[in-house]
């Protein structure tokens, strides 16, 4: 392919006039330079091929250029860019009735915004308005944004800044079966290994993965309970506006939490006069696979719900769905956004929908997805660095460690160098966690069981490389 600029021409622009400090997070030693994608497929300036696990984090949801939703973006391109909300416009109104279509009653009220930030703004100044509280709890590790209300949610200090922000957020403990201080510790000493149909899983692979016990998975799951309670003792006032949570932790590594940890919070929550948020900015359209939506694997409907990244394959979108009772609330003022509700983004969003559809991307995120995780469990069991694997459909987590019996992270140093061997060998994934110990696949929905292989056997690679490299006298 062409290059349009030089490699170090664009490396000198990043460095100094291209917000630097993300230089940090394109991971790379050597930075890949992208030209152009297709589907599950980016190619580089010089015409090297990768297979996309990571989609832009989980964005872009059908595949790089979908051909269906191009032409649609080509068509309305044609037709009309902008009009704002003070006008009727038929692709605006029937996108909006579409996607409120596939939300359970009474999640019916739509609001357009451009970014999963904005929708988590939006959705806090909802909880807000309409409770007439001003606390919000959202777990450790999470990350609902980057805006100055939003990092106030987001709990992880790699994207804190020391300024005064987050006034009434609260960050209670996030029940991680594997890190957190009981549900993995129960589940490595249970005397029972691997329940298939445990009756606390409910399809949930975790508990298929780790080395669950359902007895002590649940215990662990009411000792993160009680941590709430305590927070709710000692934190907040009686009444609080929200709890956001995701239904799978994305930035935080995959993290899934117990059986009716989220049914058992929103009760709590509910009772203090709180909305109940579902995160959906990753977990949405499909990507776990068994649902639609992240939170219906938890058994709870939330009053809310944002979500971004993949609801436009990775055009610049996202919403805030609500019930009408909340909206009438916020009725009372005028919120306004210019670009919330753009017909393009709409046409492709619209798009979007009708392809999840045709292409069955839920579906091969169920299928895929659980295939990787099983496949990923084996190379689990085949070295001491893969400390846990998890996730539930095209949402999966690999947590590394420096051994199993200390579940130490393993040094970003060293989990780089698997990472940069992944890539030479022509798979991208990323990177999450709280201590960057987790690699998060997350590809497009359109990948297919060969694309699968091919990542396994190149990931069995990089492992066995470093293991190679380590073992070295
Ligand atoms: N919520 C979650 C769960 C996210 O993963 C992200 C982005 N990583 C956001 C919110 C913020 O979205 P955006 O970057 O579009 O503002």
């Not at 399809?203 to 016990?213: D, E």
């Not at 393993?410 to 989990?415: A, G, R």
């Amino acid at each position: 392919p062409p290059q349009d600029m030089s490699k170090e021409r664009m490396l000198d622009i990043r460095q100094n006039n291209c917000n630097p400090m993300t230089m940090k997070v394109t991971y790379y030693k050597k930075p890949v330079h992208i030209h152009q994608g297709y589907m599950q497929w980016l190619w580089d300036t010089d015409g090297r091929r990768y297979l996309d696990l990571f989609a832009g984090v989980a964005t872009v949801s059908v595949g790089h250029c979908h051909p269906k939703v191009t032409a649609a973006a080509e068509k309305q391109l044609r037709r009309l860019w902008h009009t704002t909300s003070i006008y009727m416009y038929p692709t605006v109104h029937e996108y909006t009735d579409k996607l409120a279509a596939l939300l359970p009653d009474p999640l019916k009220v739509v609001y357009l915004v451009n970014s999963g930030s904005e929708a988590n703004d939006l959705a806090m100044l909802m909880a807000r308005v309409h409770t007439g509280n001003f606390d919000i709890i959202t777990l450790r590790g999470s990350y609902h944004g980057g805006s100055p209300l939003a990092t106030g949610l987001t709990s992880n200090s790699a994207y804190k800044f020391p300024v005064a922000s987050g006034f009434g957020c609260h960050n209670t403990m996030c029940p991680d079966v594997f890190r957190g201080p009981w549900g993995g510790r129960h589940c490595r000493d249970s005397p029972v290994q691997t329940v298939r149909n445990c009756s606390c899983s409910q399809g949930t692979i975790m508990h298929v993965l780790c080395f669950c016990n359902c007895y002590y998975h649940c215990q662990a799951n009411e000792m993160y309970i009680d941590q709430l309670k305590e927070m709710f003792a000692t934190t907040v006032p009686n009444r609080i506006a929200a709890f956001f949570g995701e239904p799978i932790q994305g930035v935080g590594g995959a993290v899934q939490y117990p059986k009716n940890f989220l049914k058992e919070t929103y009760k709590l929550v509910r009772e203090r006069g709180g909305l109940c948020i579902a995160d959906e900015v990753q977990t949405g359209f499909g990507r776990t696979g068994s649902h639609f939506w992240g939170f219906q694997g938890h058994g709870v409907l939330p009053d809310m719900v944002t979500m971004a990244k993949g609801i436009a394959n990775g055009f610049p979108m996202a919403a805030v769905v609500t019930t009408q009772e909340i909206a009438r609330s916020f009725a009372k003022g005028v919120h306004f956004n210019t670009f919330g509700g753009n017909p393009v983004a709409c046409a492709i969003a619209s798009s979007v929908l009708d392809t999840i559809k045709e292409d069955g991307s839920q579906h091969i995120s169920a299928n895929i997805g659980t295939y990787l995780l099983h496949e990923l469990a084996k190379l689990r069991e085949k070295y001491e660095i893969v400390g846990d694997v998890r996730g539930k459909g095209l949402m999966i987590g690999v947590e590394m460690v420096k051994n199993k019996a200390s579940q130490e992270p393993l040094p970003p140093q060293d989990l780089g160098e698997i990472f940069e061997d992944t890539k030479d060998m022509g798979v991208l994934i990323g990177k999450g966690g709280l201590y960057g110990q987790t690699f998060r696949i997350k590809p497009p929905m359109c990948i297919t069981k060969a694309d699968a292989d091919f990542f396994l056997a190149v990931f069995n690679r990089a492992l066995q490389n470093y293991m190679e490299r380590r073992l070295k006298p």
